[in-house]
């Protein structure tokens, strides 16, 4: 199966400062799992930390660029993700996303308290912003879940969660990733405490 493109146009300046087009045409950085049927995502930008640039005309997100799974402090990742329905995914299908992915201490993380209720079960470092383009998707945290269609958004701060399409047709979600400082779970719930003053003296 074989995704379907993205198609991205990136603007920039020339050398009189007007605006132009510097290029139009399908994303090239994407990936496609061997493993997972209809599973893969395309990453038509990124931005390491540090200083954006708008001045020189390099493509952070080429076909061979090394883009992170998940931002550090600093960085941001755009990315437009296809969700196969669950049904396809294999048996052993935390271990083939989390392989891919790079992903295993997200996967640690992210099983803390979801008692292995879904094979997606991750947490990042990040604020990301995810907005359904096509289908049906189900997220998952720890307490509760919520399903989104087309035109819903979802704000994920850092909480560990999951993706599940319980549906016959695949769900394809962009995602802007926003990596924040290290935080953990337990860190942030001992930081609520304290705000409140809960188990202080």
Known sequence: MTRPPV???????????????LSDGPAPNSFESD???GFGATVPWWTPDGEI?????????????EIPSFPGPGETT????DFPPDSVYPDEAESAIFDQLDGHDEAEAGNKHSDGKHFWFHRTDSL????????????????????LRAGDVAIQRATSHAWSNRTNKTARVLFVLIGTPPLSAAEIAEQRRASLGVGTS
């Not at 990301?128 to 399903?147: H, K, Q, R, S």
Request: hydrophobic share 45%.
């Open 35 to 37: 493993a997972i049927p």
């Open 53 to 65: 640039d708008h001045v020189r005309d390099i493509d952070p997100a080429s076909a061979d660029a």
């Open 78 to 81: 755009f990315r437009i993700a």
């Open 7 to 21: 198609r991205r146009v990136v603007t920039g300046h020339n050398d009189t400062g007007q605006a132009i087009i």
């Open 128 to 147: 990301d912003y995810a907005v359904v383009l096509d289908g049906e998707i189900t997220l998952l945290v720890d307490d509760g879940e919520a399903t």
